[in-house]
């Protein structure tokens, strides 16, 4: 059977291979193994691809999103607003510092966060408000910006958009990001790897020392902190695919279009719905998501497995419906959006490395599991 993997990670990794050997050679030679010149320089590199001025590294995603809304002061005690379809780190970052998450609808047509919707789940003990930049293209932070109190921060999930930009504007240009270098990410280590993005100085100071158990110093520690670094190792292999993320995501752009197009018949016959591109978007296409509309999607999924296809699902249920955030007081009906979305929606492969004939025949299986 020709498999047909949702992401190819053996063919990502040929293309960096010898650069990644020659770096842990580096890595070994040098005992580097904590921080080192090797995290410093992908710091720096990362920094200048996404436009912001500090690049923090961390030890995983879900840390990033901590440590970036720990850094912008939310303590116990407190409210964070995040979007109901995000996977379930987000809220389990929120939770974790002792604060409660409160959650919002998204769009029906991106699946991203309503900045309405967001606004008016604002309240009093509210310190900040998390959007999701979702499947490749960032969410509207504009009108978060502009309304919010003062005392409330947005701090952005960027985990899915490693060079993505919306109306020119970067992840953590002008406020605070956190993004995941899960293996799976445009831009993935070979393990756990994050980083927090910020111009604001103090901000990625603090970001660093909270990472450092609170250390500024060797045995000075001025902050309450925990252990979130980036290894030496993580950050050659981010090194050696910083230097093809950006012909990596023109690729999947290309990808997502010829998807479009072999899907335009289905669509027409309002047997899916395709991904809808966010006005001002350059999405990088983390992933292609589709709606079934008149079929099991489980169903759906299934077959396609069973053909070889590696379709997924994400997120197969919204926040309020898992057993781990039942505690909110949701049920069915609530966020009505982000439910539709969760029982209709999936994935289909998509990788820089991916051919036209495998697109292809992703879509002739799909067809088939879809039925007549």
């Not at 169903?299 to 699902?313: C, M, P, S």
Request: overall charge negative; aromatic content about 6%.
């Amino acid at each position: 059977m020709n498999h047909i993997p949702l992401v190819d990670l053996k063919a990502a990794h040929a293309e960096v291979a010898d650069d990644v050997r020659a770096g842990f050679e580096r890595v070994l030679a040098n005992t580097a193994f904590i921080g080192g010149d090797e995290v410093g320089a992908f710091e720096r590199e990362y920094a200048d691809f996404g436009g912001v001025a500090h690049c923090v590294g961390v030890a995983n995603g879900t840390d990033a999103v901590e440590l970036a809304l720990r850094a912008s002061g939310v303590g116990p005690g407190d409210e964070v607003v995040i979007p109901a379809n995000t996977f379930i780190a987000t809220a389990g970052a929120v939770a974790r510092i002792g604060a409660r998450p409160v959650l919002a609808d998204c769009l029906p047509d991106t699946y991203l966060l309503d900045p309405q919707a967001a606004l008016d789940a604002v309240g009093p003990a509210t310190r900040a408000v998390v959007p999701v930049h979702l499947y490749g293209q960032l969410a509207d932070v504009t009108p978060l910006v502009a309304q919010l109190p003062d005392h409330v921060r947005v701090v952005e999930d960027a985990a899915q958009c490693q060079g993505a930009t919306r109306d020119g504007r970067t992840p953590g240009s002008g406020g605070i990001a956190a993004t995941s270098f899960y293996p799976g990410k445009n831009l993935g280590a070979y393990g756990d790897a994050g980083a927090v993005l910020t111009d604001d100085e103090e901000l990625a100071g603090l970001v660093r020392a909270i990472a450092n158990h609170g250390g500024v110093a060797k045995y000075r520690h001025d902050v309450p902190g925990f252990n979130s670094r980036l290894d030496g190792l993580q950050a050659v292999v981010l090194r050696a695919k910083l230097t093809r993320l950006a012909a990596g995501n023109e690729a999947r752009r290309t990808a997502a279009a010829r998807y479009d197009a072999l899907l335009a018949e289905l669509a027409d016959a309002g047997r899916v719905v395709l991904p809808v591109t966010a006005p001002g978007n350059l999405p990088v296409w983390h992933l292609y998501v589709v709606q079934v509309a008149d079929a099991d999607r489980d169903a759906v999924v299934g077959k396609l497995n069973a053909e070889g296809i590696g379709a997924g699902v994400h997120y197969p249920a919204p926040v309020h419906l898992t057993e781990a955030y039942r505690h909110l007081g949701h049920a069915r009906g609530d966020f009505p959006h982000a439910e539709q979305a969760a029982d209709r929606i999936l994935s289909l492969p998509l990788y820089p490395q991916i051919t036209p004939d495998q697109q292809q025949r992703v879509v002739d299986v799909f067809t088939d599991a879809l039925g007549r």
